[in-house]
């Protein structure tokens, strides 16, 4: 039964969770169970995300506690922080997940938790719960687990056998600027859990190629976050670490979260009118080329430009550095030249390459395919582009990028990218 202590306790600790945005559920799928409650449905995102019927997917987002030994100059629960404090027990808190599901209130769990005492008695607090829900209460839906950064590897590798995602947030790119923001901190803890969840996914995958039914571990990976704004890296340095991950940790996710100004206080901190809200969705743009569309950082940012462009997306303003590159031939180009195509994304690149197999395609199966002409036109041929619109296009080189780019932005865009330069970025030397 839940008490209204208890619902006191859980509303405090809600909110203090809600600065983390690490918390997507993609890449599990695991089915009802006879016997099991609940079920994780495969390829949708968890935490007010949509699944691909339409579907609103909700989660429980919560910390165990939001008491913490370490006090980061970034974090709304650090040490030092006069905010109303809360503990939920492991009892406690598998309570009300459970009630929570029974009502319809949720299909996953978010679990997080402030460091008490040591990393390891919290990380065995958020074990045990993750290892109750599966074995005592039968909860067969999504749980996303936070590792915390110098817990041990026995625990690290227990949790993973019941958690579908787990995560580790880096916070900030650059060692220099995490230990002037968390001193307590450095890098070498937050890549070390990596490493081990890293090591266990592949283990895991070659004992299941011998044994199919083998348990599964992390089975949608693990994910991690940087916080925006709140230092002086460069959206070049951000995205260097993403690669990085990527590449070497093979990161599942990595996500972008705006600095809030929450500890206004703190002199090391810079003073925000608002989040970085247009830089946050240039750096997931951003992040996209580089899972999907065959980008690398080097193409998105170089020394010349180290910072995204806030007026447009980061695959339009590689396009107007580039006019090299165009026209693209839509009938003879490959998958991945498509791809660089302003106006066409993964899937009408797919749908471009497969229809040529039938005959040409023209500027109304284009249209079909859902491909943006407003900006492909000017950097595409198909023969007969022409005839569909009412003037002559004038592609990319003749009209020359520095005159292009003003038909590209609209208003509303220029508004929110000077609105956004204007904040206020104060950075102690």
Avoid at 68 to 75: F, M, P, R
Avoid at 107 to 129: K, N
Avoid at 139 to 162: C, D, M, T, V
Avoid at 288 to 294: A, G, P, Q, S, V
Wanted: glycine letters at 6%; charged letters at 25%; aromatic letters at 8%.
């Amino acid at each position: 039964m839940l008490t209204e202590k208890t619902m006191e306790r859980l509303r405090v600790l809600a909110e203090s969770a809600k600065y983390d945005v690490s918390c997507s559920s993609s890449g599990t799928v695991r089915s009802g169970r006879k016997g099991m409650v609940g079920n994780t449905v495969g390829g949708v995102g968890i935490c007010h995300s949509f699944a691909d019927d339409g579907r609103c997917i909700s989660l429980l987002k919560v910390m165990l506690t939001n008491h913490c030994i370490y006090d980061c100059a970034y974090c709304i629960n650090r040490r030092s922080n006069d905010i109303k404090r809360a503990t939920l027990s492991v009892s406690e808190l598998e309570e009300i997940t459970m009630e929570f599901y029974r009502r319809n209130y949720i299909e996953g769990l978010f679990l997080s938790s402030g460091v008490v005492r040591t990393p390891d008695y919290t990380m065995e607090r958020l074990v045990a719960i993750v290892r109750d829900l599966r074995t005592v209460h039968h909860f067969n839906g999504y749980i996303h687990l936070k590792s915390i950064p110098g817990a041990s590897q026995e625990l690290l590798a227990e949790a993973g056998r019941w958690a579908d995602r787990m995560s580790v947030n880096i916070e900030i790119p650059r060692e220099e600027s995490l230990k002037l923001l968390a001193p307590e901190k450095d890098h070498q803890s937050v890549f070390q859990p990596m490493k081990i969840i890293r090591q266990g996914i592949l283990e895991n995958k070659e004992e299941r190629r011998k044994f199919r039914h083998a348990p599964r571990f992390v089975p949608a990976g693990q994910s991690t976050q940087m916080i925006v704004g709140a230092t002086s890296e460069t959206d070049r340095d951000i995205l260097q670490m993403s690669s990085l991950l990527y590449g070497q940790a093979q990161m599942r996710r990595v996500y972008y979260s705006g600095y809030v100004s929450v500890n206004t206080y703190d002199s090391r901190l810079p003073i925000l009118k608002q989040p970085p809200l247009v830089r946050e969705n240039r750096l997931y743009q951003a992040d996209w080329l580089m899972r999907f569309y065959h980008f690398s950082v080097d193409e998105i940012v170089d020394d010349h430009n180290a910072q995204l462009d806030l007026e447009i997306d980061p695959k339009l303003a590689w396009a107007l550095r580039h006019p090299e590159y165009f026209p693209v031939d839509i009938n003879t180009a490959d998958y991945k030249q498509l791809l660089r195509v302003p106006g066409l994304g993964t899937k009408s690149a797919w749908l471009i390459v497969n229809a040529r197999q039938s005959g040409r395609v023209t500027s109304y199966h284009l249209k079909k395919m859902g491909v943006v002409m407003k900006k492909a036109k000017y950097f595409i041929t198909c023969g007969e582009l022409t005839s569909s619109f009412s003037q002559h296009i004038i592609g990319i080189n003749e009209l020359r990028p520095e005159r292009l780019r003003p038909l590209l932005v609209s208003k509303a865009q220029q508004k929110r990218a000077a609105e956004e330069m204007q904040l206020k970025l104060n950075f102690e030397e």
